[in-house]
């Protein structure tokens, strides 16, 4: 079966479209950690990352018989800390995340979606989704909206160094952004799922680029 990771900005509709696809291919959907977990107090650095990997292990348990759809990446802690300069949860960086993650890969306890998709639109339209949308605070709305640029810059050199891993969607509505999901998945490779050279090559773009540009 195919394990399929939806991203996108707050408010473009990942949540609804991963539970419509969901819903159209019989698959299971994962959700995003917070709909499954509540923080333990007091918390430590390390639980957000864990919880990546019960979302992984559930992939894989539940591959075995269906479709599997994963709202947002379980590789986030990387580039969502590496948009804010690293400054947030205590400045956690690059390689506090890395050490985590790495024998993970290695044992090949974790590992890549067959396919990204990345789902966008303007900013104008975000707002007015959220605006829309009384069931969710969005509270990180505002503070999310500066990370979109350097988001869509790193899904796109993923997807230079491994060609069709990410599949870029403009989110008109659900309906249609399940339409183009079901038409990409056909080209879904499995064969970087525990590729160290994939990790290996976020892990040094990260390390080399600026999520804004103009910094130095």
Request: proline content about 5%; hydrophobic content about 40%; charged content about 25%.
């Amino acid at each position: 079966m195919t394990i399929i990771s939806i991203e996108g900005a707050s408010a473009v509709g990942k949540t609804a479209t991963s539970s419509a696809l969901a819903t159209v291919n019989g698959a299971y959907h994962i959700p995003e950690v917070a709909s499954w977990w509540e923080k333990p107090k007091p918390d430590y650095p390390e639980w957000f990352f864990e919880r990546q990997l019960d979302r992984w292990n559930i992939a894989i348990e539940k591959e075995l018989h269906t479709q599997v759809i994963i709202d947002i990446d379980l590789f986030q802690p990387f580039w969502y800390n590496w948009s804010f300069d690293f400054t947030l949860f205590d400045g956690q960086g690059l390689e506090f995340v890395e050490t985590f993650y790495r024998p993970l890969i290695e044992q090949q306890k974790l590992g890549f979606p067959d396919k990204y998709v990345v789902l966008y639109t303007d900013e104008a339209n975000l707002r007015q989704r959220k605006a829309g949308d009384s069931t969710r605070l969005r509270r990180g709305f505002e503070l999310n909206l500066t990370f979109i640029e350097p988001h869509q810059r790193y899904f796109k050199a993923l997807n230079d160094f491994c060609p069709g891993l990410v599949h870029f969607i403009e989110s008109v509505d659900i309906e249609s952004n399940v339409e183009k999901i079901r038409r990409e998945l056909p080209s879904c490779t499995k064969n970087h799922r525990y590729s160290i050279e994939l990790f290996d090559f976020m892990i040094d773009w990260l390390s080399t680029h600026k999520a804004h540009k103009g910094e130095c």
